[in-house]
């Protein structure tokens, strides 16, 4: 059973659409990360969440942090076809070290 | 350099062949991490080390995997006997620590035929 649980899978749509994609588990994080990869490279950081709550944007993307810290999402408004790629959230659970990862959703954005 | 550096970036083995991967962590980052990834999944965890020291190794598959990081900077995974399910993208990852994410190699594929 993975820790973090990330929807959808997968998601294809058109340049001009907005997505989101969600990422939801039953534990407490001290914090949540957002991971982009692209075919061939290593995950790269987008964002860290911290406070339950919080909303952080990124040009057009905009993250979300939950209430009670145990879920977050992922907005990208008006993609564009270099927003494809592998989305990856990532969290430690609350006094531990090591990120354990969501299974990804890849996005697909066609032109 | 400026980013975590891994290499080779691509290994192809015989079974039964041992292989030795290599991470150049970024300068000044105490922790390290090394991750398997299979193809269209998330990077499983399998070792940490702060510093020259290996805090947790709950993640290898079994007793043919070790790593090491003797000086608390470039570590290297070792992978003796290879098998066909080891066959992966190994990625290694630094960090300050604490929640100030991780900062990832391009990886190392590994296939073994």
């Known amino acids: 059973t993975q820790l973090l649980e990330q929807s959808p899978q997968f998601l294809s749509i058109q340049e001009g659409e907005n997505l989101t994609v969600y990422c939801n588990s039953s534990?407490?994080?001290?914090?949540l990360q957002w991971y982009r990869q692209e075919p061939g490279e290593g995950p790269v950081l987008l964002v860290t969440?911290?406070?339950?709550?919080e909303v952080k944007k990124l040009k057009r993307l905009t993250f979300q942090f939950g209430d009670a810290r145990k879920d977050s999402s992922l907005h990208i408004t008006a993609a564009q076809p270099g927003d494809t790629g592998l989305y990856l959230c990532?969290?430690?659970?609350?006094?531990?070290?090591?990120?354990?990862f969501g299974a990804g959703t890849t996005v697909t954005v066609r032109a | 350099g400026a980013g975590v550096s891994q290499s080779p970036r691509y290994k192809v083995a015989k079974r039964g062949q041992d292989v030795a991967l290599r991470c150049d962590p970024i300068?000044?980052?105490?922790?390290l991490f090394w991750y398997q990834q299979a193809l269209g999944q998330g990077p499983e965890f399998l070792t940490y080390?702060?510093?020259?020291?290996?805090?947790?190794k709950s993640g290898l598959p079994s007793d043919r995997f070790f790593a090491e990081r003797p000086e608390g900077s470039v570590s290297t995974l070792k992978i003796q006997r290879t098998q066909q399910e080891d066959s992966a993208v190994y990625l290694c990852?630094?960090?300050?620590?604490?929640?100030?994410?991780?900062?990832f190699g391009q990886g190392t594929r590994l296939t073994v035929v």
């Open positions: 990532a969290a430690p659970l609350v006094g531990d070290y090591k990120l354990s």
């Open positions: 534990s407490v994080f001290s914090s």
């Open positions: 969440v911290v406070t339950g709550g």
């Open positions: 300068s000044g980052h105490v922790s």
């Open positions: 990852a630094s960090s300050l620590g604490g929640d100030r994410g991780a900062f």
């Open positions: 080390f702060q510093n020259e020291a290996q805090l947790d």
